[in-house]
């Protein structure tokens, strides 16, 4: 299963990728991306590559291992979070870089194959961890946050309308018998609300996966640190691109460009948000959400 990549002329654009350069992929997933911005900066540039997923990281090894030698000074691959970025980009030797990219979103491989959770279409344990050394599953969050603590899960990190009926609903349950799989929670969140917010487009469970995979992942409190470890390591002229997928993600990066102490060495290349052509939509659906912002480091 190949990882379609997002946005990808867009990226290579904004990134400015180009021959000989050093480039960061803080992201790598399954290497779509990497491999485009590999293949325009050989033989004499650098690619990084980042990946926090032990899966994945497999993956992308044996991925890279067809188009790299082992040796190739070309490509450094490093399992581990963006918010290593520096330590990994030092001993690299990829500092300073001509540019660094987030993709935010969720692999295809993540979704249908690794039996994590991360789809409520699937009957999986509910784990949702991203990297096997985080501590608590999707499960251990349900069972040990109270009502309280759920409902602003829910309303913070899924901007879900109906946080407090569902996680009250999620206290009940719980009493009864343990919430470990992800149809065991579909159930219960049907159960919960309206009919009318059953019978919208969106899923009526989507906020909630999504609430519990951001507060598992401590997704929003990395996006910061990863965005600042990249402004470090970044040469005068260098840039950064960032994918988003849904609003919160979105608001991180605008609000933290939009800081004092970064707005006065960064300007913004995207005055919008750069979206996905209708056609790229057409052939990768999960793309629709896609929302890319770039930005330069003032020479």
């Known amino acids: 299963m190949v990882h379609t990549p997002v946005l990808l002329e867009e990226t290579l654009f904004f990134l400015d990728v180009r021959p000989g350069a050093r480039f960061i992929d803080a992201t790598a997933d399954g ?18 590559a980042i990946e926090w ?19 190739s000074k ?56 991203m990297s096997r050394e985080l501590a608590e599953s999707a499960a251990d969050v349900l069972a040990r946050r109270s009502a309280v603590e759920l409902e602003a899960i829910l309303r913070d990190l899924g901007e879900e309308p109906c946080a ?16 470990r799989r992800t149809n065991d929670l579909v159930a219960i969140i049907r159960q919960a609300v309206p009919v ?14 999504q609430a519990l995979r951001i507060a ?5 409190e990395n996006i910061p640190r990863g965005l600042a470890a990249a402004c470090r390591i970044l040469a005068p002229g260098g840039r950064i691109v960032a994918i988003s997928y849904h609003s919160l993600e979105d ?31 057409l052939g990768n659906p999960r793309a629709r959400s896609a929302r890319l912002r770039a930005f330069e480091r003032i020479p």
């Open 53 to 71: 997923d032990e899966e994945l990281f497999e993956r992308l090894r044996e991925r890279l291992a067809k188009i790299c030698m082992p040796t």
């Open 164 to 179: 407090r009926r569902i996680a009250s609903a999620i206290s009940a349950a719980r009493r009864t018998h343990p919430i």
């Open 31 to 48: 290497g779509g991306h990497a491999i485009a911005i590999l293949d325009r900066i050989r033989p004499s540039g650098k690619l990084l």
């Open 216 to 220: 598992v992942n401590r997704e929003l």
């Open 74 to 129: 070309s490509c450094v691959l490093r399992r581990g979070s963006y918010t290593d970025l520096y330590r990994f980009a030092r001993s690299s030797s990829c500092i300073p870089a001509a540019g660094v990219l987030f993709d935010f979103g969720m692999s295809s491989f993540q979704l249908e194959a690794s039996s994590r959770g991360f789809s409520f279409q699937k009957s999986e344990p509910l784990d949702m961890r």
């Open 196 to 209: 009318w917010y059953r019978r919208r487009r969106i899923h009526f469970a989507t906020r909630t996966f």
């Open 251 to 281: 608001r991180l990066v605008k609000q933290f460009f939009r800081n004092e102490g970064v707005r006065s060495v960064f300007r913004t290349l995207t005055p919008k948000p750069v979206r996905p052509s209708r056609r790229e939509v």
